[in-house]
């Protein structure tokens, strides 16, 4: 390279860097001085601070937001139709804290977009619900990178435009949507990517599609009260709900937290989002936006119950309704472990040959077993192996049982309860000679350890007796 050049090229390398550094460097700007002077007056659980969306302007900001009076029409329209009344749980049932995102350690929530300056929030909103609830119906969690279920919101924003749904010019309500996705099926984003602007429709080219298979409201005006709240969470469980909710000027800022408006923030607009969790020691739902995934935690943030109009004008979808129930593939009739040998480790498969996804239980009553996990979720792919030990030294010739119990999360029984299934499997302790190695056996059962002794009994995997 010629010397001339190579200062020139230093500089154009440093650039970017020196542009990031000014942005760390540039001091806060009043705005965020004063929302972080209120938030600590008003002892506000949530942190502040300048964010992709506290950068733009005001006017970029209310362009994808929903004009303040339509908003307040939608929702008195909503209220004066009536709401589902909430499918029957116990309330006995439900947990603490739950998310969509977190269920035994998969996630059921597709990747968080960006819908830019449009104002396509209702779109997004509408598919963020129907793909997670499509993941969770195929039993196949989100892994970015390598899963996920992702619609085309620009479908919507071209071909679902009229009066009540404008596309990037806004909109308010889910009705035109819907009506979209039951008659013409929405078509996924890798056929039809989003472009955050109004274009011709040109969903005829996507012969693959979604097709919606029901809807129901589910609330009016803000869940406040306790029963509100319950009978929200009750719908929650079973699925992610769409839902409006209100921007004040201070929530562009937020970094962290249980998000509280403070006293003096203006109201922007509508919005709408989905809302997959809750927990009631913050009494708080968690909200998937569409302002990307450097807003926030990862595009995702809590607000308190009650604030915002969080879960207003809330839709419940249908979607793979009719998916096989889930079942469990098939499992050993017993579990037998060579006493002599160092690798006496049994390797139990739980897989779901079915649909959506179903919690499951160890338990044993012996005490010189342990499991490498207790508890989780069987899916459909990928499956979950736990390990299962003797505890060292094993008592020869000792008996027991292992007990699995299947618990079937989304399926309910009519008077509330959560429908169970113990699998009970029989456990033996022998000491068989040495011998050479063998087989172990296969498919949705029992994997051996690096080998079977010549003395060891063979694994059968057929399914164990089901239990009441």
């Keep these: 390279m010629p010397r001339h050049l190579v200062p020139a090229l230093a500089v154009l390398l440093l650039l970017p860097a020196l542009a990031l550094a000014g942005d760390e460097l540039?001091?806060?700007?009043?705005?965020?001085?004063?929302?972080?002077?209120?938030i600590e007056a008003e002892g506000l659980p949530w942190t502040a601070g300048e964010t992709?969306?506290?950068?733009?302007?005001?006017?970029?900001?209310?362009?994808?937001?929903?004009?303040?009076e339509e908003f307040e029409a939608r929702i008195a329209e909503i209220v004066s139709h009536?709401?589902?009344?909430?499918?029957?749980?116990?309330?006995?049932?439900?947990?603490?804290?739950?998310?969509?995102?977190?269920?035994?350690?998969?996630r059921f929530v597709s990747g968080v977009r960006n819908q830019g300056d449009c104002g396509s929030c209702m779109a997004f909103g509408f598919l963020g619900s129907l793909e997670a609830l499509a993941l969770w119906r195929l039993g196949r969690p989100y892994y970015a990178g390598s899963y996920d279920f992702d619609t085309s919101e620009q479908d919507l924003v071209d071909c679902a435009r009229g009066a009540d749904f404008r596309g990037c010019?806004?909109?308010?309500?889910?009705?035109?949507?819907?009506?979209?996705?039951?008659?013409?099926?929405?078509?996924?984003?890798?056929?039809?990517?989003?472009e955050a602007m109004n274009m011709t429709c040109r969903t005829a080219q996507c012969t693959e599609r979604a097709f919606g298979e029901g809807h129901e409201y589910i609330s009016g005006r803000t869940p406040s009260s306790k029963a509100e709240i319950m009978a929200f969470k009750?719908?929650?469980?079973?699925?992610?709900?769409?839902?409006?909710?209100?921007?004040?000027?201070?929530?562009h800022y937020y970094t962290g937290g249980v998000y509280v408006p403070t006293a003096d923030a203006e109201f922007e607009g509508g919005h709408a989002v989905v809302v997959v969790g809750w927990d009631d020691e913050m009494e708080a739902w968690e909200i998937k936006n569409s302002w990307g995934q450097d807003w926030a935690r990862d595009g995702h943030f809590y607000i308190r119950w009650g604030k915002?109009?969080?879960?207003?004008?809330?839709?419940?979808?249908?979607?793979?309704?009719?998916?096989?129930?889930?079942?469990?593939?098939?499992?050993?009739?017993?579990?037998?472990f060579?006493?002599?040998?160092?690798?006496?480790?049994?390797?139990?498969?739980?897989?779901?040959?079915?649909?959506?996804?179903?919690?499951?239980?160890?338990?044993?009553?012996?005490?010189?077993?342990?499991?490498?996990r207790s508890e989780?979720?069987?899916?459909?792919?990928?499956?979950?192996?736990?390990?299962?030990?003797?505890?060292?030294?094993?008592?020869?010739?000792a008996q027991g049982t292992v007990t699995l119990t299947a618990i079937w999360c989304s399926y309910f029984e009519p008077d509330g309860t959560i429908r169970t299934e113990d699998y009970a499997i029989p456990v033996s302790i022998s000491a068989a000679s040495s011998g050479g190695g063998g087989g172990g056996s296969g498919g949705c059962s029992v994997l051996g350890g690096s080998g079977v002794a010549a003395g060891l009994l063979l694994l059968v995997a057929l399914r164990a007796r089901r239990r009441s």
Excluded at 239 to 244: A, G, K, L, T, W
């Design 26 to 38: 540039r001091p806060p700007s009043p705005e965020l001085l004063r929302i972080q002077a209120a």
């Design 52 to 68: 992709v969306r506290s950068r733009m302007t005001p006017e970029q900001r209310r362009a994808g937001l929903i004009p303040a």
């Design 82 to 106: 009536g709401v589902a009344e909430p499918r029957v749980l116990r309330a006995e049932s439900l947990p603490a804290r739950f998310s969509w995102r977190d269920r035994f350690g998969h």
């Design 169 to 194: 010019e806004g909109g308010s309500s889910w009705q035109p949507l819907y009506d979209y996705l039951e008659i013409n099926g929405i078509a996924y984003e890798s056929c039809y990517p989003y």
């Design 234 to 251: 009750k719908e929650l469980y079973q699925r992610p709900i769409s839902s409006y909710m209100v921007v004040y000027t201070d929530l």
């Design 308 to 336: 915002s109009h969080a879960g207003a004008g809330a839709l419940r979808l249908d979607y793979l309704e009719d998916t096989p129930p889930a079942e469990l593939c098939e499992l050993p009739e017993r579990l037998d």
């Design 338 to 372: 060579d006493g002599s040998r160092l690798d006496r480790f049994r390797m139990l498969r739980l897989q779901n040959c079915g649909g959506s996804g179903l919690e499951w239980r160890l338990s044993t009553d012996v005490d010189w077993l342990e499991f490498s």
């Design 376 to 397: 989780g979720l069987a899916l459909v792919d990928p499956p979950e192996d736990v390990r299962i030990d003797p505890v060292d030294p094993p008592p020869e010739g």
